[in-house]
């Protein structure tokens, strides 16, 4: 299947800072991305879904300015969560559609944010 | 909205023995893609298999094979052979803006 990588898969920052989290698909061309939030033992939440060239589109109760996204090319979307507060400890994951009209998604390895 | 439910939380199988995973959803689409993905303890997501609404075959990936109930709108997964690398939690999912269903972890004893 096709490769998505994300990176970095770990970080610690402090209350405050800004945390960027970069997502890029390796062997093909996405022009949607999308990424996720997982809490321990649950599903995963669509956070946002990130369109090459445009705005990203954000979930109800998602905070845009909080959690801003850039997908600047189209293999590359960022996150970033800005002034990071414990509450935004998670596990982030990113996904990118193979364009092949059949839907498919291939996901990164994650992120876990710990927010200190 | 799509909604996608899997009623079984945890599920236990003997290794290379068959297990079927549930998954039911609602929509009122006619076309679209249905998926089931697992979710290792390293937390990566996989894969596993992919099937189109509008086709009325069944989707098969080697010992992973779905039964797809259109009517009913049912997506049951079934692993046969179960191998101990099969442990994970499956997610059910509905088409390109993923609805992920709850999920089921799979245990897979000796």
């Known amino acids: 299947g096709a490769v998505v990588s994300q990176h970095p898969s770990r970080v610690i920052c402090k209350s405050g800072t800004s945390v960027k989290i970069e997502c890029r698909s390796l062997d093909f061309q996405a022009t949607t991305m999308f990424w996720y939030r997982q809490f321990p033992k649950q599903s995963l939440m669509l956070m946002a879904t990130?369109?090459?060239?445009?705005?990203?589109?954000?979930e109800q109760g998602v905070e845009k300015d909080k959690f801003l996204i850039n997908h600047a090319s189209l293999t590359l979307s960022t996150l970033t969560v800005t002034s990071a507060h414990p509450e935004d400890s998670s596990f982030y994951i990113c996904s990118a559609r193979v364009p092949d009209g059949t839907d498919t998604q291939y996901f990164g390895p994650g992120t876990r944010l710990t927010v200190l | 909205a799509q909604t996608v439910t899997q009623s079984q939380p945890e599920m236990s199988v003997q290794e290379a023995e068959t297990v079927t995973l549930s998954c039911t959803y609602d929509t009122s689409e006619s076309d679209y893609y249905l998926f089931w993905y697992k979710q290792p303890p390293s937390r990566q997501m996989i894969l596993v298999i992919r099937q189109e609404a509008y086709k009325q075959q069944n989707a098969t990936e080697n010992r992973f094979s779905v039964n797809f109930q259109k009517a009913a709108k049912s997506f049951s997964l079934k692993i046969s052979d179960s191998q101990l690398g099969d442990a994970a939690m499956y997610f059910c999912?509905?088409?390109?803006?993923?609805?992920f269903g709850t999920g089921t972890r799979l245990q897979v004893t000796l």
């Open positions: 999912a509905y088409r390109s803006k993923l609805t």
């Open positions: 990130s369109n090459e060239g445009s705005k990203a589109t954000y």
